[in-house]
C-alpha cells in the first residue's frame, strides 16, 4: 500500500524559489509534506539531521557554499534527492549518465509530478549515495577543466580521459569501453547513454553499435558498404547512412596532442 504522506525539505538559495516549489507541491503533489526549507547550507545541514526527511529538493549551487560540502559532510545520505538546476546542458548529462533526478528551474507542474511519482516508485540503491557524490564532484568542474569522463558500472563509477579511450561498443543494455592497450570495461549503460557522455569530445558514431574515437582512425577502407581501421588494426564496421558524415568529420577534425 502507498504511503499517504513523505517528508521533505527544501534546500534552496532563493526565497522566492523555496516559496514557489512549497507552492507548486501544495497544489500538485499533496502527498509531499515540507516539515523545514533553507538557503544556507550549514542551517540545511542542521534540518537534515533534525528532521531526517524522506526527500530534499536541493539546488546544487548556494550563495553560503557549494551542496556537495553538504552532501559531503554528511555521514550518510539517508533520503532521496531531486536536484533542482539552472544548469547547462554539460551538467544535464551527467545527471542523466548518473541516473540522478533533477528538475530545471523555472519548475514546471508537470515535470515536478513526474519527479515526485519517481521518488514513490523508486527503491534506493545500495550505491545511491556513492552516485551523487560523484555527480557532484563532477559538475563542480568547469567543462574547460574536466579532463575525465565518468562512466557507470555495476559497482560504481570509473573514470577515463578522453585520449584512453578508442572506441565503445553496445552489447544491449550495456557498452563496452575499449580502451588504449587492450583494457576493456563493461558500462552499464546502453551506447545512446554513452554517446550522451562523449558529445563534443572527438568521438563519432559510425554504426548503431559502434563508436570511435576518432583519434585512434589509422584508415577508411572503401570496400563493401566500408570500414574502419583503429591503431590497434581492429575493423570496425560503418553504416552506408554514416559514411558521408563520418568523411566530413574525419576532413574538420583536429586532435589535441596531450
Known amino acids: 500500500m502507498e504511503k499517504e504522506s513523505y517528508s521533505a525539505v527544501i534546500v534552496e538559495d532563493e526565497s522566492s524559489g523555496r516559496r514557489m516549489l512549497l507552492q507548486l507541491l501544495e497544489e500538485f503533489c499533496p502527498e509531499i509534506k515540507v516539515v523545514a526549507s533553507s538557503g544556507d547550507i550549514d542551517e540545511s545541514k542542521h534540518l537534515l ?23 559531503d559532510s554528511l555521514k550518510s545520505i539517508d533520503f532521496d534527492i531531486i536536484f533542482t538546476t539552472a544548469y547547462d546542458e554539460y551538467a544535464l548529462k551527467a545527471f542523466r549518465i548518473a541516473a540522478i533526478d533533477y528538475l530545471m528551474k523555472p519548475i514546471e507542474p ?34 574547460s577543466a574536466s579532463d575525465t569522463i565518468g562512466f557507470p558500472v555495476i559497482d560504481g563509477i570509473v573514470f577515463y580521459h578522453p585520449e584512453e579511450i578508442m572506441c565503445c561498443d553496445g552489447d544491449g543494455s550495456y557498452t563496452r569501453l575499449r580502451l588504449d592497450g587492450g583494457k576493456e570495461v563493461m ?56 559514411k558521408d558524415a563520418f568523411m566530413n568529420a574525419m576532413n574538420g577534425f583536429s586532435p589535441q596532442k596531450k
Not at 49 to 70: A, C, Q, W, Y
Not at 191 to 213: A, P, T
Open 49 to 71: 539531521l533534525k528532521h531526517k526527511p524522506e526527500l530534499v529538493f536541493l539546488d546544487i549551487r548556494m550563495p553560503s557554499g557549494n551542496t556537495f560540502e553538504l552532501i
Open 110 to 143: 508537470d515535470e515536478l509530478i513526474k519527479a515526485v511519482n519517481r521518488f514513490k516508485l523508486k527503491n534506493r540503491n545500495k550505491n545511491t549515495a556513492e552516485r551523487i557524490r560523484t555527480l557532484l564532484h563532477e559538475v563542480a568542474k568547469e567543462p
Open 187 to 242: 558500462l552499464s549503460k546502453n551506447i545512446g547513454q554513452v554517446e550522451l557522455l562523449l558529445d563534443g569530445k572527438g568521438f563519432f558514431r559510425v554504426h548503431n553499435s559502434h563508436i570511435i574515437n576518432m583519434r585512434f582512425v589509422q584508415k577508411y577502407v572503401k570496400n563493401g558498404s566500408g570500414y574502419i581501421i583503429l591503431k590497434d588494426g581492429t575493423h570496425v564496421d560503418i553504416s552506408r547512412r554514416k
